[in-house]
C-alpha cells in the first residue's frame, strides 16, 4: 500500500513559488521524521530539508532562506514552502519518513521545473 505521496509540482518561472505537499498513510506519523530529497537528471539524489517530530527544521544551504518545511500532523502532511525558484532547483522531489521503530518510507516523487 502508498504510504508517501507527493503532489505540488509543476512549471514555475525563475523566481516563482511554488508549495509541494507530502501525504502520509502512516501510523504514528507524527513521530516520524520527514525529509524532502531532490534528484536533477544525470545527479544523485540529494537532501533539502528535514523536519523532526519536534518540528525542528534544518536545510541544505542551497535552500536556506528561499525554502521551508513545515508539518500538520493533523493532515499526516508535510509540506515545502519554495520561493525564489531558480533552473538549478529542477528536479524530481522525493518526500522520506524515518521512524526508529517502523522503518523508511519514501514517496514516488513530483517533477519541479524551474524555466522561462
Known amino acids: 500500500q502508498v504510504q508517501l505521496v507527493e503532489s505540488g509540482g509543476g512549471l514555475v518561472q525563475p523566481g516563482g513559488s511554488l508549495r509541494l505537499s507530502c501525504a502520509a498513510s502512516?501510523?504514528?506519523?507524527?513521530?516520524?521524521?520527514v525529509g524532502w530529497y531532490r534528484q536533477a537528471p544525470g545527479k544523485q539524489r540529494e537532501w533539502v530539508a528535514t523536519i523532526t517530530s519536534l518540528s525542528s527544521t534544518l536545510y541544505s544551504d542551497s535552500v536556506k532562506g528561499r525554502f521551508t518545511i513545515s508539518r500538520d500532523n493533523t493532515k499526516k502532511a508535510v509540506y515545502l514552502q519554495m520561493n525564489e525558484l531558480r533552473p538549478e532547483d529542477t528536479a524530481v522531489y522525493y518526500c522520506?519518513?524515518?521512524?526508529?521503530?517502523?522503518?523508511?518510507?519514501w514517496g514516488q516523487g513530483t517533477q519541479v521545473t524551474v524555466s522561462s
Open positions: 502512516l501510523n504514528f506519523f507524527s513521530n516520524y521524521v
Open positions: 522520506k519518513a524515518d521512524h526508529s521503530t517502523y522503518g523508511r518510507y
